[in-house]
């Protein structure tokens, strides 16, 4: 089994998976007579169907037994997905390019620094919430409409990847 190296969030390092949702670095500009900085469009919900509504939810996760065997991952071909982070505390991400099904040499991980949100693009190949706080909240935009909204693919036992904790 290959250990995966788990590397800094960078909205370059993720682009392939989709979008960074942060402020740093993020374009702006003022509203509110000047009391209030606007990070404008950090992110796009992006659905298959007109019909399709954006919703939001709050996830509340439990962490996971490390060091963490990545059997499967999950992709959604309907709709975009995004989670932020609400009580600042960093999470990991793994995830693998575009694809009929996920390709276990490709799949990446990351952290981020607890300040930093993600929105996976529709498709991208991607591991349920990985929190590493014992418990950990989340606020989700995703897709809400008919229609099955998520694959599931699981690697076999060769194939599966050892994700180690987080320094």
């Given at each position: 089994m290959r250990t995966l190296m788990i590397e800094p969030l960078t909205k370059e390092a993720f682009a392939?998976?989709?979008?960074?949702?942060?402020?740093?670095?993020?374009?702006?500009?003022?509203?509110?007579?000047?009391?209030?900085?606007?990070?404008h469009k950090l992110a796009t919900v992006d659905t298959a169907k007109p019909e399709d509504h954006a919703?939001?939810?709050?996830?509340?996760a439990d962490a996971q037994d490390?060091?963490?065997?990545?059997c499967m991952l999950e992709r959604h071909p309907l709709g975009s997905q995004a989670f932020i982070p609400l009580l600042g505390n960093?999470?990991?991400?793994?995830?693998?390019?575009?694809?009929?099904?996920?390709?276990?040499?490709?799949?990446r991980a990351f952290v981020t620094n607890g300040r930093q949100g993600i929105n996976y693009h529709r498709g991208?190949?991607?591991?349920?919430?990985?929190?590493?706080?014992?418990?950990?909240d989340f606020l989700v935009v995703d897709r809400s409409g008919t229609g099955n909204n998520c694959?599931?693919?699981f690697f076999k036992e060769d194939e599966r990847l050892i994700l180690a904790p987080h320094q």
């Open positions: 392939p998976f989709g979008d960074v949702i942060e402020t740093d670095g993020s374009d702006h500009f003022m509203i509110n007579n000047g009391s209030t900085m606007r990070f919703i939001i939810s709050i996830f509340r490390m060091p963490l065997t990545v960093p999470f990991l991400i793994v995830v693998a390019p575009l694809g009929d099904e996920p390709v276990s040499g490709l799949v991208v190949w991607h591991h349920p919430v990985l929190t590493i706080e014992k418990r950990d694959d599931e693919h």
